[in-house]
C-alpha cells in the first residue's frame, strides 16, 4: 500500500501548508482574544486581563487561601465573609460568583447526588455510574469550562477537510492519473481503500493537531490545573454519566471528534467519486454540512424520536460535550443505552457502508474492464 505517498500528496502542497498554518494561528488568536476580552465581567469566572489590579489582588488572595483540598474551615472562612460582605461592589460579586456559589456546591454534590440514587435505586445504570461520587478539591473551573465549550477549531477542521480531500481526489481524474494508477500492475488491489484510510489519517491529524493546539493555549492562558478531578467539578457536568477526570473527559470528547470527522470524510470521498462535476460536489458537501449541522441540533430535543436525527448526523459528536451534561439515551427492555454509545455504533456502520460503497463497485468494475480487455486481446490475437 502507498499510503505515505497519498497523505504526502494530500500535505506537501504549499497552498495546504500555508493554510494549515494560518488556520492554527487563527485558533490561538481566538482562545487568547477570549481570555482578555471574554464575554462579560464575571460571566463565567475572571481572567487576570478583564479585571482590574485591585480587583485581581482581592480574588487571588482569597482562591490562595481556599483551593485545594476542602475543609470545614476553609467553608467557614468563605461563609463568615459571605455573610458580613455589604451585597454590593467587586468584592461580594467576586465572593458571590467565584467562591460561594462553586464551594457551597462542591461541598453538597456528595449529599445531593446520593440521594438522585436512592430516589432512582431500581435503575441499574444509574445506581452503577453514579453511586459514591463526591467532591473534595476546590479550585477555579473556568479555563476547563472554556476549553470543554470551545468550538472555533471544528469550523477550521471542516474547511480543511474539502480543501484537501476533494482535490486530492478530483486532480488524480482530472489528469487521468487514477486511471493511469488502475492500470498498474497491484495497484487496482489497494487504490480504493487507500483513498478511504487518506481521509482517515487526514481526518486524524487535523483533529489531533487542533485539539492539541487548543489544550496547550488555554493551559498557557487560563491554566488548566487539577487535571485529575472529576468532570463533575464543574457543576455544567453534575448529571454526566461519565466518572471521569477532566483530562481524561477531554480525551473522550476528541476521541468522539475524531469519529465524527472520519465518518464525515467517508462520506466525503463517496460523493467526491459520484460526483462528477467539482462546482456541484462543493456544492452539494456544503449543503451536506449544513444539513448534518442541523440534524445535531435535535440533541437537546425532548421527544426521544429526534434521537435517529442526532445518532446519524456526524457532527454530533462535535457536541459530545453538550450530551455529556445530563443522562440522555433510550430504554431497551430494561437495559439503558446512552445516547453516545447509539452514535458510535451508528457512525461505525455509516464508515463501514461507505467504504464498502467506495471499495467493492470499483474493484468489480476493474475486474470487469480487465477481463474485456483480456477477452479482446486474445480474440485480437
Known amino acids: ?16 501548508i500555508a493554510l494549515i498554518v494560518t488556520l492554527l494561528l487563527i485558533n490561538a488568536g481566538i482562545i487568547i482574544y477570549g481570555y482578555y ?16 489590579s485591585e480587583e485581581w489582588k482581592y480574588y487571588s488572595a482569597l482562591m490562595d487561601k ?22 454590593s461592589g467587586y ?11 462553586p464551594y457551597k456546591y462542591m461541598a453538597s454534590y456528595a449529599g445531593k447526588n446520593q440521594k438522585i440514587v436512592d430516589r432512582a435505586s431500581e435503575d441499574r445504570y444509574i445506581k452503577s455510574h453514579y453511586v459514591g461520587r463526591q467532591l473534595d478539591t476546590f479550585f477555579d473551573t473556568i479555563g476547563w469550562k472554556k476549553l470543554f465549550s470551545y468550538d472555533y477549531s471544528d469550523i477550521f ?17 482530472k489528469s487521468g492519473m487514477r486511471d493511469i494508477l488502475l492500470s498498474s500492475s497491484g495497484r487496482f488491489r489497494s487504490y480504493f481503500l487507500e483513498k478511504n484510510l487518506m481521509a482517515v489519517c487526514v481526518s486524524v491529524i487535523l483533529v489531533a493537531t487542533f485539539s492539541i493546539e487548543n489544550f496547550l493555549v488555554y493551559s498557557l492562558t487560563y491554566g488548566l490545573k487539577y487535571m485529575r478531578c472529576p468532570v463533575y467539578s464543574i457543576e455544567d457536568y453534575k448529571y454526566c454519566p461519565l466518572d471521569v477526570s477532566l483530562i481524561g473527559f477531554y480525551l473522550i470528547t476528541v476521541a468522539l471528534r475524531i469519529l465524527g470527522f472520519i465518518s464525515f470524510s467517508q462520506i466525503l470521498v463517496f460523493l467526491c467519486r459520484r460526483i462528477k462535476n467539482v462546482y ?9 454540512v449544513v444539513i448534518f449541522i442541523y440534524m445535531r441540533g435535535f440533541w437537546n430535543c425532548i421527544d426521544q424520536r429526534y434521537n435517529a ?16 451534561k445530563a443522562l440522555k439515551g433510550i430504554y431497551v427492555g430494561e437495559y439503558y443505552i446512552p ?19 467506495d471499495s467493492i463497485p470499483g474493484l468489480l468494475a476493474y475486474f470487469g474492464e480487465r477481463k474485456c480487455s483480456q477477452k479482446n486481446r486474445r480474440s485480437f490475437l
Open 280 to 288: 456541484s460536489l462543493l456544492i452539494s458537501a456544503l449543503a451536506m
Open 339 to 357: 445516547l453516545t454509545s447509539m452514535y458510535l455504533i451508528v457512525q461505525i456502520v455509516i464508515m463501514v457502508s461507505m467504504g464498502l460503497c
Open 157 to 173: 477542521i471542516i474547511a480543511m477537510l474539502l480543501l484537501t480531500i476533494i482535490p486530492c481526489i478530483k486532480i488524480e481524474e
Open 66 to 87: 481556599t483551593k485545594g483540598r476542602m475543609t470545614a474551615g476553609k467553608a467557614s472562612y468563605i461563609m463568615r465573609l459571605y455573610s458580613n460582605s455589604e451585597h
Open 37 to 52: 476580552h471574554g464575554s462579560g465581567w464575571l460571566s463565567d469566572g475572571i481572567t487576570r486581563p478583564s479585571v482590574s
Open 91 to 101: 468584592k461580594y460579586a467576586i465572593l458571590s460568583t467565584c467562591f460561594y456559589k
Open 1 to 16: 500500500m502507498e499510503l505515505k505517498y497519498e497523505l504526502r500528496k494530500t500535505f506537501l502542497r504549499r497552498y495546504v
Open 309 to 324: 436525527f442526532v445518532v446519524a448526523s456526524p457532527f454530533s459528536g462535535l457536541v459530545a460535550v453538550d450530551i455529556f
